[in-house]
């Protein structure tokens, strides 16, 4: 005799163990997945390496040749300054344009300075635009890019003076003057992403009390010291202008020069610098490269996609060409926890490592450039 139920409950038996082991199947499943980690970009940081501030030395010096001492100081302390070029004088003795371009390795700067060392307020539109574009133009024939200016004589006030500039192709100019048209000597404080004028950027004029008697300027290192100190807690820019530095008619024998400062007050004032920089708080820089960063960080964009649970892919970009505007920006990055302690890659897209450190923090800064191109983030 048959029993058809006992084959239809054996049958209906198998099926709930295969389902029974097929639901432990997946619960073990869900029970080793990872949850894909993140990272997040906050933005790009306010200064270069997420100092506090950013202050630019320029020294309006035509002869590099005379400042062996000063240079090597600087050097050796890790330090730098911006010079100047005045493209008539250069063109005419070209060895100093080599020792500009020696110094470049070391961090300094190179600005212009007009083809003649006039004051182009008192020539005109058409004589500015000439002359901006003849210091512009030799500066690119000794391979050196232009980008920030200086007007000599405290130059650069007329509008029309500041039009040639721009025309010849130079990004920023820098006064003689603290404070102009109600704005400085504190550039870009607080939440401000870029100044009122680029072409009339305030500096302080830094010449010592024994020249001229002109207390109004800045005449020793605690009055330094203070403005810088005030642009720390600001977040600003400083920039200041010397002439003369050791040409005291004292230090080493040499003459007076126009509008001197005393060597060791320069010295004093920069290891001032060299210390708030090693405390976070000032990005001693070029004129150039603050241009630069600024115009970029005001340009950046970027698309950060998830690949996988280890890789993501970064694009950053400004828009702007790359040639000119060359400097890294600093992105500030967010990760999840479970990234602490983990190997982090950065990764060009010809495959060079730009970046592999051991992360320490939840918060990353790096300094990428803003090219166009999609970066690789890789964990393991």
């Known amino acids: 005799m048959k029993f058809p139920f006992l084959k239809l409950f054996s049958a209906l038996l198998l099926l709930s163990i295969v389902i029974f082991v097929s639901s432990c199947d997946v619960s073990n499943k869900k029970e080793e997945y990872v949850e894909p980690t993140n990272i997040e970009v906050v933005g790009v940081t306010k200064w270069k390496d997420d100092f506090r501030s950013a202050y630019t030395v320029t020294y309006d010096s035509g002869r590099p040749d005379l400042h062996h001492v000063e ?105 003689f003057e603290p404070i102009f048209e109600g704005y400085g000597p504190y550039i870009m404080p607080g939440d401000e992403t870029e100044p009122p004028n680029w072409l009339a950027l305030p500096s302080l004029r830094m010449e010592d009390i024994d020249f001229e008697g002109a207390s109004e300027h800045v005449n020793n290192p ?16 400083i ?70 649970t280890k890789t993501f892919e970064l694009f950053f970009d400004d828009s702007l060409d790359n040639e000119l505007y060359r400097m890294p920006l600093t992105l500030e990055l967010l990760l999840d926890s479970e990234l602490v302690d983990k190997n982090m890659l950065v990764i060009a897209p010809d495959e060079e490592v730009l970046y592999e450190k051991t992360v320490e923090s939840e918060r990353v800064l790096l300094n990428l450039h803003p090219s166009g191109v999609y970066y690789r983030i890789v964990f393991n």
Not at 100 to 111: E, M, N, R
């Open 71 to 175: 240079n090597q100081w600087l050097i050796d302390h890790g330090l730098i300054m911006d010079y100047e070029i005045v493209s008539y004088n250069f063109d005419r003795f070209p060895f100093m344009y080599g020792i500009l371009k020696d110094l470049v390795p070391y961090g300094f700067g190179i600005f212009g300075h007009g083809h003649k060392h006039d004051d182009h307020d008192q020539f005109g539109y058409e004589y500015s635009l000439n002359s901006f574009t003849q210091n512009y133009e030799s500066m690119m024939a000794h391979g050196i890019l232009p980008v920030s200016y200086a007007y000599p004589h405290g130059g650069g006030r007329l509008p029309e003076t500041q039009q040639a500039l721009s025309e010849a192709g130079f990004l920023s100019g820098r006064l």
């Open 222 to 237: 605690a009055e330094f010291k203070e403005h810088l100190d005030n642009s720390i807690d600001l977040g600003s820019w």
């Open 239 to 308: 920039i200041t202008t010397y002439h003369g530095i050791g040409w005291d008619g004292e230090t080493d024998g040499r003459p007076r020069d126009w509008g001197f400062y005393k060597r060791d007050n320069f010295y004093e004032e920069m290891l001032y610098v060299k210390q708030k920089r090693e405390e976070g708080k000032v990005w001693l820089a070029t004129m150039d490269d603050v241009t630069l960063y600024t115009m970029q960080r005001n340009k950046a964009e970027w698309n950060l996609n998830k690949v996988d």
